[in-house]
């Protein structure tokens, strides 16, 4: 069973790098289905991260911090909205500078409260979010598979992890089930015909971008309070711009944006664990085995739920390959043929692999990913 | 009129103490930041040293892109500064230019040779304290799996990792899991990235890891700790930390490199070439203190201390894996 433990320690891995991947990502979704681009998901986060590991250090409480987290997430997206909302600014230039905003200042209040070259005290585990065991983990845990999975991969994430994945439904519910949802929609497409029906468009769009404002605070803070036990300068590492590619590759969907998350996640837990090894012919196979079905999981991607059950299946059916190959004993069989020629390939070819798989699948396989329609453009009342 | 006078007089003291000293050093960090709570952190705490001791005060810069290495160094220079310490190895292509150009100036940099008659290069014999820490660590581990989590993938850093193997090895450790960081200095400031690595090795059965990747070693450190392993520090003493998860810190005295510098500046003792500076130079060492005395044992301590004899007299010689860009181990 040594296989099904190396299965779930990397899908656990894959848990916790695409948590705040999805976070923001379901931030962006918010804001560009109403119709405000928002480049500065990467500045609300690192805002909000800063924000959390300093409110948790001087109050000494973990809640405190999200709390603040996404008071001054929020704050930025308001100032967000407050340029291209009220006045209809450059929705791009707004959100890089809000990403300079956080960048500088994160930097210079951290430096200045705490001396400590710009990083947040280092903070004990009672001040954290702790991993949540669920019930019944230890007493399932010998159980094979499905116990090992309940308790393995399924419990001992934290908090902000299971809302994370509890957003992905609550989004898709609140963007296709109400009213709100609908309206949102519509203000992203055709904010004339909105106006036109006597509700207000840039009422509408500041909820979205309070919306964008809360999740971004709550992927800050999982990486402050959850992955670290603090705030690092520029911790954030990038992880808002991916956020955004992910939310393009999903076609601007709830569900399919989770699943963009996690493949993300995915090809970054693996390529950690690939790193270094001389891997023979036949244990490349699955790789190129499991990014095929990736791609044609991408092309069927209508994401009707049907299908994106069979697809996550599928995904693991290779993804339980490839585990195996590695953990397991093949390459005893395989040795002595042609096919057990090791061939190293750099380490910088597997930690591009999530950027040139973007490009391949944006370009080839998921078809042309249409923006809403108003996205970018401020609302102007006809008069 | 008297305050006047008085005010004069200082200032005109001052200005003669200013000539008297005729030394004006000048230190220059490396990307990671001087709080990074290692390499870059070690220098200043150098050149803090020297400013507590003669009361001179020194100019720093810190960068934070590549394209600023050569103008900060330029301008240092014609500023006169003397002299000019600079701490990581990627100043080296800037520093070949800028000492050509002011051949009279003393410069210091810090892992790197630069071959000029007026620079000091500093180099250390990392493998020889990563040897160590590699002994205590297999020693410390239960399951003789030990890990290893370098920054950005060069060749120093494989000679950390190298002499930590071979430490490891002679003490007993079946396998040692490496793993780099990234290929980009952003590699020296990826604490998130650092702490999945390191759970990533703990899953797949580390119980020490050494983490020798500047200021992404935060995140190891605090990832082994929270998962009930130890965790090694680098470069400046780390136990502190995570007090009693930190099984020792390799030191490598780039505090002392740069208060020596400054100090040989001040007396005009300054001389160029090469200093290799390993364990019988006192330029690397493990840290013991309060937090990790429970942790080593007396047999770890004198396994330690005998490998530390065996390099200096000889009898042992760690693989040095720039000599030949390979690890036998």
Redesign the interface.
Known sequence: MEFVDALINILNSTIRVSVPLLLACLAGLYSERAGVFDIGLEGKMLAGAFAAGAAAAVFGSAWIGLIMAVFVSVGLALVHGFASITHRGNQIVSGVAINFIAAGSTIILGQAWFQQGGRTPSLPAEDRFGAIVLPFADALRDVPIIGQLYSGLLSGHTLLAYLAFLAVPFTWWVLFRTRFGLRLRAVGENPAAVDTAGISVSWLRYRAVICTGVLTGLAGCYMALSQNAGFVKDMTAGRGYIALAALIFAKWKPVPAMFACLLFGFLDALSIRLQGRPLAVFEWLPVVVAVLVLAGLMTIARWKPLRSIIAAVLVGIAAAWLVSVFYGGLTAAFQNSVLGAPIRVPVQLMQALPYILTVILLAGFIGKAIPPRAGGVPYVKER | MKRIFLGLLAATALSFSAYAQEVKPALLYDLG????KSFN?ASFNGAEKFKAETGIEYVEFEVSNASQREQALRRFAEDGRNPIVMAGFSWAESLEKVATDFPDLKFAIIDMVVDKPNVRSLVFKEHEGSYLVGIMAAMASQTKKVGFIGGM?IPLIRKFGCGYVGGAKAAGATEVI???T??TP?AW?????G???A??QI??GADVIYAAAG?TG??VL?AAA?AGKLGIGVDSNQNG??PGKVLTSMLKRVDTAVYNAFMDGKNGTFEAGINNLGLKEGGVDYAMDENNKDLVTEEMKAAVEKAKADIIAGTITVHDYMSDDSCPY
């Open positions: 930041g001087k709080f990074d952190e993938d490496q793993n780099m990234g290929d952003a400031n990826d604490p998130t990235k702490g999945e690595i759970k990533t899953d797949q200021g935060v995140g605090q929270d930390l995570q």
